[in-house]
Structure formats: C-alpha cells, structure tokens
C-alpha cells in the first residue's frame, strides 16, 4: 500500500505478491496518475505466514515523487522542481541545490549536469566537494532535448548560439 504523508490517504494498494523470499528485491509498478507530482509517500509492505493469518513483521520506505529521476553511479537524483535538486545516498536524502532546474543530465563517468537558466546557466556538480560550478553562462534551449549524453561527454543545445559538445575539460 502506498500512502501520502501529507494528507494520509490512501494512494494505491497493490495485489498480494507471493514467493519473495527474505533478502529478494521488490519492486512495484504504479498505474499513471495514481501519485501526484512533488508529493511525499510511504510504501508500506506487511508481510504474512504462509496461510495470510497472522501479520509476521512490516515496514516501509519513504519517498518523494518529482519531475525526472537520474542514476549517477550508486545514488539516486531527483528532480523536485521548485524544491530543488536531491539526491539519495541509500539511507537519506541530501539536497544538492535549491534552485529549481530546467533540465538535468548524467554524462560521461556519472558527471551531474544542470540547466539553471538564465540565471546560473549550465552547471556541473561535483560530488567530492559538493559543489555546483558553472561551465557555460549561456542559457541553454528548452525547446526539446536540450542535452544529451554522447561519446562520454554531453552536447548541449544553445539554441541561436548552436550545440556544443562538453567532456569536462
């Protein structure tokens, strides 16, 4: 069952899932439009005996949903739109900008690229000194795939001033 923390109400419930062993992942899909966007939710899991009688132990994960979700390396990067940038680290979440960004993208060895607008421009984060650092002033196009991975660097999107290619350096 899938709750949302803000105003308690039920937001989904799944069908029974037998033959997960202990240890086994599990994973559910959600039908669309049942969890609203930048919302706050627990899935909760119960698990029973063999005969569905007696409850044996729960738990349940938190989570929030956003605009875009990203994998760099090991962790989880959502975006939150106005909340910002965050990032799941296996036990919690760290917020790796407040700003709200128009695009993000993953290139290269798991490199963290924002399109801040007009504001911060392009930025790459850094995740050793936990730092954003703008690598382009230039406001890049939201008008379609404003950034893509390729050949272990990203082409960007400048829209009248052209794509260009960025591996980092």
Do not use: C
């Amino acid at each position: 069952m899938i709750v949302d923390w803000t105003v308690r109400r039920i937001a989904y419930i799944s069908d029974y899932m037998d033959g997960v062993d202990a240890g086994q992942d599990m994973s559910l899909t959600v039908p669309p439009g049942a969890l609203e966007q930048y919302s706050p939710y627990r899935w909760i899991v119960e698990v029973y005996d063999e005969y569905r009688q007696n409850r044996t132990r729960g738990s349940w994960l938190s989570f929030m949903t956003g605009e875009e979700a990203y994998h760099t390396g090991q962790h989880l990067v959502l975006d939150l739109g106005a909340s910002g940038v965050d990032r799941w680290k296996g036990r919690n979440w760290n917020n790796l900008s407040t700003a709200n960004p128009e695009w993000l993208a993953v290139y290269g060895n798991d490199v963290l690229v924002g399109d801040f607008g007009s504001t911060y421009g392009l930025q790459q984060y850094d995740p050793v000194s936990l730092t954003w650092t703008q690598i382009a002033s230039a406001n890049p196009d939201n008008t379609g795939n404003t950034m893509v991975a390729w050949n272990n660097g990203l082409v960007v999107d400048f829209g009248a001033y052209g794509a260009h290619y960025w591996d980092g350096t």
